[in-house]
């Protein structure tokens, strides 16, 4: 379940199963540090957010922005990559613990 990370992988068409995997992983283990300690749960949340969101916008300014080269095999790998859209699966997980009854 990490074939999303290399260029040439088996099945490139699975990208996001193995996104989804990825992430219900990491997120498992905050869910768990947030049945014992949330505020540390909710550190490592934001951290996370932030982190992530940096990330998101360092890497695709490096990504070339015109229209023939958005189909390049960096573009594809930052699309397929689970940090890529690591940032909108927090705010996800982020809205599911403040609206947490």
Sequence with gaps: MIDNWFAN???NF???VQAEV???LITSI???VYGKRRLFAYILIYGFLITSFIFVCVFSQQLPS???SAIS???ILFFQAFYS???FYMVGVELAFLFEK
Excluded: K, L
């Design 9 to 11: 992988g088996c099945f």
């Design 14 to 16: 699975s990208w996001y």
């Design 22 to 24: 990825q992430f219900s």
């Design 30 to 32: 905050i869910f768990i």
């Design 66 to 68: 015109s229209i023939q």
């Design 73 to 75: 095999e960096e573009a």
């Design 85 to 87: 859209h690591w940032f």
